[in-house]
């Protein structure tokens, strides 16, 4: 028999063994669930050799005969002194190091990855020369001063320090109040854009069930004469 037969059959499996969750928690869901979280962590220990480790510190090690690669894997088991009260501070020292670096390098990226976008935020609510007013009302007013508005509404929300109160307060929070409903639209799109990417896995996963699957069965049922 075809070995992409048996591919085929496990798949669909597993397949309807996790979605037997959809009905209630049972034996048969947490299994595959066992599986495929197993699965996840022995590829990702094989990648973790091949894609960085492999590449990175042993062939350097070895073949290109830096031999003070050797400290790393030494530093990186002073990680686990966190277990241990009387030399805790081993793994602490290595946190700081590497949380330290990790900061350093973020304030490289944070200027050259955000500068441009704060720049790209000031925006020309006035009429050019030569626009008419249909290239007006769609290029400006409907772009520039709509981008303008939401940033600045929905930066004062986040003013938490000014009281509202005064004429100054009292605009400043229906400009807030006005950037909360922003934030709520944003954060609905994103919601409903992490509802559709569910939807989408499991439209593939019904187009395997329905299509690969039991679209090969009926060849076999054919061919036996069913």
Known sequence: MNPDVYV????????????????????????????????SAGYLLVATWTLNLE???????IHERRW?????????????FIYSRRLAWL??????????????????QF??????????SFKSVRAQAGMNLQEFFFSVVLQNWLFVIIL???????????????????????????GRWFLMIAFGAMFG???????SLFIGRMSFLLHDWLGSLVPWFAHRGV
């Open 152 to 178: 600045v509404t929905v930066l004062s929300y986040f003013f938490f320090s000014v009281p509202h109160e005064g004429r100054f307060g009292r605009n400043l929070g229906r400009a807030s109040l006005v």
């Open 68 to 80: 003070y690669w050797i400290f790393a894997p030494i530093v990186g088991f002073l990680f686990y």
């Open 8 to 39: 085929l059959w496990a798949a669909a499996i597993a397949t309807l063994g996790v979605y037997t969750i959809l009905h209630r928690e049972n034996p048969i869901s947490r299994l595959f669930e066992h599986i495929f979280v197993g699965l």
């Open 91 to 108: 793994a602490r020292l290595v946190m700081g190091l590497f949380i330290g670096a990790a900061s350093g390098t973020f304030f490289r």
């Open 111 to 120: 200027f050259p990855l955000f500068a441009p976008q704060v720049t790209a």
């Open 55 to 61: 590449g990175k510190w042993w062939a350097p090690m």
């Open 193 to 199: 854009n992490t509802v559709m990417a569910r939807l």
